[in-house]
């Protein structure tokens, strides 16, 4: 593939260099390297990305059940219909209460893991892999072992065998939604996964820190631990923090894996804002114009956070620089 | 272990004490056996007999039935061999065309001069303002129009086209040394040669790092082969191993054989290539 498009593009390119050498010459080649480097992407972001957005953002407008070209132009409808009568609502209530969980615990696990491991003179390597480990295991094979082994509701399961020895009965963790067991399984789960990820980000910035820091802190004679902790390690470790807080508030709110693997989609309770769109196209009703104009609500509201991060992980901050 | 920490220890003498390393190591140790605990139960699971794992008595080792393998292939309602080779093909293609397209328009968007470059990179930049699960939606409305629902064409290709990862390759290659690009200049190369011949095989680190994030992404995707996937044959793992838990069908230990089976694959590749990964993560501050 390559060298078909080395031979079809190097010998214009060639050719207009010849003709006029000089500086017009050399700049146009410049010009016409540029699109033969960024025109393959270009053009595929705009058929894949920019396109299904627009398409989508039409869509929204227009009564589109079972068709992705209709014709009924119906104003706001669609938004008004999956904000008031549909679980949508409902849903982006999950992802509050999933991010209320699931944020703070990985920010405190990763960071103490990352505390732990960065002590550690021998066999650090080792632990920072067996942390770092679960990142390579998709959600779908967490789900699997989360739900028919660990907390699977019956005898065998591990946490009901263990729970078992201290005289506990079986619990039926994804049965029923309340007591809400199901938010213990998805939780760990995702912690399993993630923590170790952003503890690689946690480690980087510890690193990161002078030593010299904690040297001075030990002549002005703050103690080793809470107070070096609080008063060094945390304040320079900001950046690195609100950046894990913005990735994983992104996250939590594309969360649809596990919650689909685990929960269902045919379950009342626990439906994230993506199982929701997914069912509104792409189930019974196949609703084309209720989904999209879920998908602009949602594109919204995590174009709010993205812009955020932006701002504080320096999206573009080539420009200056350049 | 005590023996040595002491020698270590010299400059820092306060770190050095016996009590407080071996209390360190206790809570390591403890977490490292917790986060190690999923593995071992695909591992007990997949090579026990049903009877064994949903029996009463908790046992520690499996029976070791390394027939659960052939059993497992030999399956045909499962498809398993399928699904096992359409992630591959989707995992490689994805991650060889996304390194092709992604760090193609990265470099010519950091180092070919061209007036309107600014422009053209603030609309990569736009797209990473959604996110691409947000817009599964419209690209499935899309993709569906196409006709390449069910096909390789419809898992892969609208993928490649990730505006993050030629975002990175960018503020990678505005980082690279403009002397070893401008030797190739004087050598008479034009930017493509020197691109192929200089730039690539000096940035491999960084090719390797994209590369590895890419492709455990493209293997463990689950929500775009869910919609495009509609026919069992286009299945990747993923959406096979998500079918065995709700299909009653299937047995205890092959389930978890599948499980182990698809996930073998990637620990491999975690162990071979994490100082890579680990590097590209601390760069780049992502997953894929």
């Given amino acids: 593939m390559s060298t078909t498009t080395t031979r079809g593009v190097a010998k214009p390119a060639s050719a207009k260099a010849s003709q006029a050498r000089p500086r017009r010459g050399l700049r146009s080649n410049a010009t016409l390297n540029f699109w033969l480097f960024t025109g393959p992407f270009l053009v595929g972001l705009v058929i894949f990305v920019f396109v299904p957005i627009g398409w989508s953002i039409w869509l929204s407008f227009f009564d589109a059940r079972y068709t992705v070209t209709p014709s009924h132009f119906i104003g706001f409808d669609n938004y008004k219909q999956i904000l008031t009568n549909s679980n949508f609502p409902q849903s ?18 990763s960071l103490g893991l990352a505390l732990l491991v960065n002590q550690l003179r021998f066999m650090r390597a080792f632990f920072r892999s067996v942390f770092f480990l679960p990142t390579a295991v998709s959600y779908v094979a967490a789900a699997l072992i989360w739900k028919m082994s660990i907390f699977s509701g019956v005898r065998f399961g591990l946490l009901n065998t263990v729970l078992g020895w201290f005289g506990v009965d079986n619990i039926a963790y994804l049965a029923n939604p309340s ?55 945390l304040p320079q470790l900001r950046a690195t923090s609100t950046a894990v807080v913005l990735l994983l508030l992104v996250a939590a709110y594309q969360a649809f894996d596990e919650f689909f693997n685990i929960i269902g989609t045919k379950a009342t309770w626990a439906q994230t804002p993506l199982m929701e769109l997914y069912k509104a196209a792409l189930g019974n009703s196949q609703d084309y114009g209720a989904g999209s104009a879920g998908a602009v609500i949602l594109s919204l509201l995590i174009c709010v956070v993205t812009l955020a991060q932006g701002r504080i992980m320096g999206f573009g901050r080539g420009e200056e620089s350049k | 272990m005590s023996t040595t920490a002491p020698q270590l220890g010299k400059k820092r003498k306060k770190r050095g004490s016996v009590l407080g390393n071996t209390g360190l190591y206790l809570a390591v140790g403890i977490a490292a056996l917790l986060f190690l605990i999923p593995f071992y139960l695909i591992l007990r699971n997949a090579l026990s007999t049903d009877p064994e794992i949903t029996g009463e008595n908790w046992k520690l080792l499996p029976s070791f039935q390394w027939g659960n393998i052939s059993e497992l292939f030999d399956d045909q309602t499962v498809q398993f061999g399928r699904a096992l080779w359409n992630s591959t093909v989707v995992a490689v293609l994805m991650t060889v065309g996304t390194l092709l397209v992604c760090s193609l328009a990265g470099y010519g968007l950091a180092r070919i001069p061209y007036k309107h470059s600014n422009k053209v990179f603030y609309v990569v930049l736009a797209t990473l303002m959604v996110p691409t699960a947000v817009t599964f939606v419209p690209s499935f409305v899309l993709v569906s129009s196409l006709g390449w629902v069910d096909t390789y064409r419809g898992l892969i290709i609208p993928g490649l086209f990730s505006g993050f990862t030629c975002f990175l390759f960018r503020q990678y290659f505005l980082g690279f040394p403009k002397e070893l ?48 996937g509609q026919d069992p044959s286009s299945w990747t793992v993923q959406i096979a191993l998500s079918s065995f838990m709700t299909n009653q069908t299937v047995n205890f230990h092959l389930i978890f054989m599948a499980t182990a089976v698809s996930i073998l694959p990637l620990v491999f590749v975690f162990l071979f290539l994490q100082r890579w990964l680990v590097q590209g993560i601390a760069q780049t501050g992502i997953k894929g």
């Fill in chain 1, 92 to 109: 982006l209530l999950t992802f509050t209460v999933f991010a209320a969980f699931i944020v703070p615990t990985t920010w405190a696990l």
């Fill in chain 1, 179 to 233: 007591p809400p067991w199901y938010w213990v399984v998805i939780v760990s789960l995702r912690l399993w996964i993630q923590a170790g990820f952003y503890m690689i980000l946690f480690l980087a910035a510890l690193q990161n820190i002078p030593a010299e820091l904690y040297e001075a802190a030990e002549i002005d004679g703050a103690k080793r631990g809470w107070q070096t902790f609080r008063y060094i390690t």
């Fill in chain 2, 181 to 228: 690009e401008e030797a190739a200049r004087v050598d008479g190369l034009g930017y493509w040669g020197a691109y192929w011949r200089i730039v690539v095989p000096n940035s491999l680190n960084f090719f390797a790092a994209i590369a590895t994030i890419t492709f455990i992404s493209g293997w463990n995707a689950f929500l775009w082969p869910l919609v495009i």
